[in-house]
């Protein structure tokens, strides 16, 4: 129990509406009590009641807005992928620090990963113009990559 939920109920197994109301959330986490019930079929003070009890036993962590990057000036994001990066294949090693710093000269990285059998994956969102210097920057990283990868996605427009 959390200290700043004293009267939080005790922990309970999750059951089919507990995941029928985490796929509404999942969807739109700003979703009605009303709506959510109406498609789990219960009332929504049943449903009030089994969030409140998810998100008191940390079954629910947060209630995340992700916004558009497009509103920043963004107009791609990258998928980078660095296949078998992080077994010792070359001499030349290059820190996952550097790497960001690198990728950071183009944009913003929003996320990073090790992945299994030594790989690694970022995903930047690009300034604009930052597409064609994207090759400048695996050129550099194929001192400590085997294999690089990577792809583009449009956001969309505000």
């Known amino acids: 129990m959390t200290s700043s939920n004293y009267f939080c109920k005790p922990k309970h197994e999750i059951d089919t509406f507990d995941l029928n109301i985490i796929r509404c959330l999942s969807r ?23 969030i409140s009890t998810m998100v008191c036993n940390d079954i629910i962590q947060s209630f995340i807005v992700n916004v558009n990057p497009a509103l920043f000036g963004y107009e791609k994001e990258c998928f980078l992928t660095l296949k078998h990066f992080y077994k010792q294949t070359t001499t030349k090693t290059i ?40 090759g400048l920057i695996c050129e550099l990283l194929k001192q400590s990559a085997l294999d690089i990868e990577y792809t583009f996605m449009n956001y969309r427009p505000i």
Request: aromatic share 4%.
């Open 28 to 50: 739109d986490c700003r979703a009605s009590y009303t709506k959510i019930a109406s498609i789990v079929g219960v009332t929504p003070n049943a449903i009030k009641e089994r």
């Open 95 to 134: 820190s996952e620090d550097d790497i960001i710093k690198q990728l950071n000269l183009l944009g913003d990285v929003r996320l990073y990963a090790k992945l299994l059998e030594g790989s690694a994956i970022f995903v930047i969102s690009l300034r604009p113009g930052a597409e064609d210097k994207i």
